[in-house]
């Protein structure tokens, strides 16, 4: 890692985030002989679990040490790395990226790979367990829990849907409506989750049973408690979109937010703005995340050689 004081200021690329995303672009830049920055706030969406899963040769693995690791392999190539957050952008001549520790930093292409925040339902318990035994995806934990006793907590009628998926790592699944009517179940609905063997309760959920460090049960408002040992949660997801959009890029909406409008690469509406990794969508992956930084990066390399080699031509 690179000191504040240390960083030039004009790169050829600036990636914004440090995550899997943003750490797999600037690997490929490195390799192509770009002068590359990384502006890392430290804030990875999936710092809240121990493990991740389903990345081949890296299943389980801590994501710290993925992360560590990847720091390591791009400092092989002369990669800069400021711990810092950027603030804000602009778009002149090149890209001035304005970092939380005073200085501005320019390039010629930025990525941005800020991720997304997850808004938690207001549960009392739930993000103190969050990445424990109160989890939203069962692509990521689904194996380590599969046959306990799972709960669904509905936050919208789009919480069937989890609850359905879910059912395929345990035959135990109640899903708990919460702030969900009955009435706002479609027929459909009711016919998969009967299919599915999974059991409806409606009210609201109160908290969480703990005992011992573990999750026992979920209490509703009316004083019931179900015993269950895995809770699911759909997290509300904030897209971190906004230097794309102090740039003006064209965003689109989606049921889980507005994301940028993007061509396979993650190349944006605006010139020389790439994007990759959960600022691009929801159900991004750390398997996907690295591909898209990939795929940013290497378009980028191809984008800035034949802009050079036109600017030479019109000499």
């Keep these: 890692m690179t000191r504040n004081n240390d960083l030039t200021e004009k790169y050829e690329v600036i990636v914004v985030g440090g995550g899997a995303a ?8 490195g390799r192509a002989r770009l002068r590359t920055l990384v502006v890392d706030a430290g804030e990875p969406r ?3 679990s121990d493990h991740m899963q389903g990345y081949l040769t890296r299943d389980g693995m801590p994501p710290a040490e993925f992360l560590a690791l990847g720091r390591e392999e791009i400092a092989r ?7 810092d957050r950027a603030v804000d952008v602009s778009r002149g001549e090149d890209f001035a990226v304005a970092l939380a520790g005073g200085r501005t930093v320019h390039a010629r292409r930025l990525i941005v790979a800020t991720g997304l925040k997850d808004e938690l339902p207001e549960v009392p318990g739930v993000a ?3 990445g424990r035994d109160v989890l939203h995806c069962p692509f990521c934990h689904g194996w380590e829990v599969r046959d306990e006793r799972f709960g669904v907590l509905a936050t919208s009628p789009l919480s069937v849907h989890q609850a359905l998926m879910v059912s395929n790592w345990s035959d135990d699944v109640t899903l708990f409506l919460h702030t969900v009517a009955e009435e706002e179940l479609t027929d459909q609905d009711l016919r998969r989750l009967a299919a ?3 059991k409806v309760v409606p009210g609201e959920v109160a908290g969480l049973r703990v005992d011992d460090d573990r999750l026992t049960g979920v209490r509703l408002a009316d004083g019931s408690t179900h015993e269950r040992s895995v809770l699911f949660v759909a997290p509300r997801a904030v897209p971190q979109t906004g230097l794309m959009e102090r740039l003006g890029a064209e965003l689109q909406e989606t049921p889980f937010g507005a994301y940028p409008v993007v061509d396979p690469t993650g190349r944006t509406t605006v010139p020389g703005l790439w994007t990759a990794g959960n600022a691009l969508g929801f159900a991004e992956q750390v398997v996907h995340a690295a591909s898209g930084g990939y795929r940013a990066a290497s378009a980028i390399v191809g984008d800035l050689i034949m802009s050079d080699l036109d600017a030479g031509l019109e000499e």
């Design 77 to 83: 190539y002369g990669v800069e790395l400021v711990r």
């Design 46 to 48: 999936n710092a809240p």
């Design 22 to 29: 943003g750490l797999s672009a600037a690997l490929v830049l």
């Design 128 to 130: 103190e367990r969050f």
């Design 196 to 198: 599915a063997g999974v």
